[in-house]
């Protein structure tokens, strides 16, 4: 299946409409929603790509609600009448469509909405794993220095113990290296 979306009005016309025209084009339906509430609790529960909501949804205030998705990052499409109480919203995460919706441009917004987010998760998890990396680094960093200090090691023997000490014990560097600093703390 396509992207994941969730429709969020009180009106069964207009849910009707968009579905139609957003699962021709390749996207799923996971979900409907017909007050602010329980929208946010579907799209924490069912982490859709999208969330498309009618500005005339009850439940919430209209921009309290755009604004946690926003928060939670999760992409908003809002189709309404006016962008006026919007107007400040340079945000990523969010388009707005105006009312009445046509096919195209729905289509288009959540194209981009879709590919956007995408992006911005791929560099999350990148952020995500250059700061693990950077963590290991560093705690491999300081447990060469204490078994330089405290053992007589030079770099490349601390380097190579420790390289070897965890395959032996079949434990990740950082483990051991955590657990040669958590040694050394205690003696001292």
């Known amino acids: 299946m396509g992207e994941r979306v969730i429709i969020a009005s009180q009106s069964e016309k207009l849910v009707s409409s968009i579905r139609s025209q957003i699962v021709s084009n390749g996207y799923e339906v996971v979900g409907v929603s017909t007050d602010g509430y329980e929208l946010i609790r579907r799209a924490k529960a069912l982490s859709p790509e999208v969330v498309i909501i009618d500005e005339d949804l009850g439940g919430v205030s209209i921009v309290s609600l755009v604004e946690t998705l926003i928060f939670e990052r999760q992409a ?13 919203r340079q945000d990523p995460y969010f388009e707005f469509c105006e009312k009445p919706v046509q096919p195209i441009v729905l289509v288009t917004m959540l194209r981009v909405l ?13 952020v995500n794993q250059l700061e693990e990396a950077q963590k290991t ?11 330089q200090q405290n053992e007589n090691m030079t770099e490349d023997e601390a380097h190579r113990y420790i390289q070897k000490r965890s395959m ?14 958590k040694s050394y703390q205690k003696k001292s």
């Open 137 to 147: 680094e560093k705690a491999i960093r300081l447990a060469k220095r204490a078994l």
């Open 168 to 181: 032996e014990l079949r434990i990740s560097k950082l483990e051991l290296s955590e657990r040669i600093l």
């Open 114 to 126: 879709t590919k956007y987010g995408q992006t911005v998760r791929q560099l999350e998890s990148k």
């Open 76 to 88: 908003v499409l809002l189709l309404g009448k006016s962008y006026q109480k919007f107007y400040y």
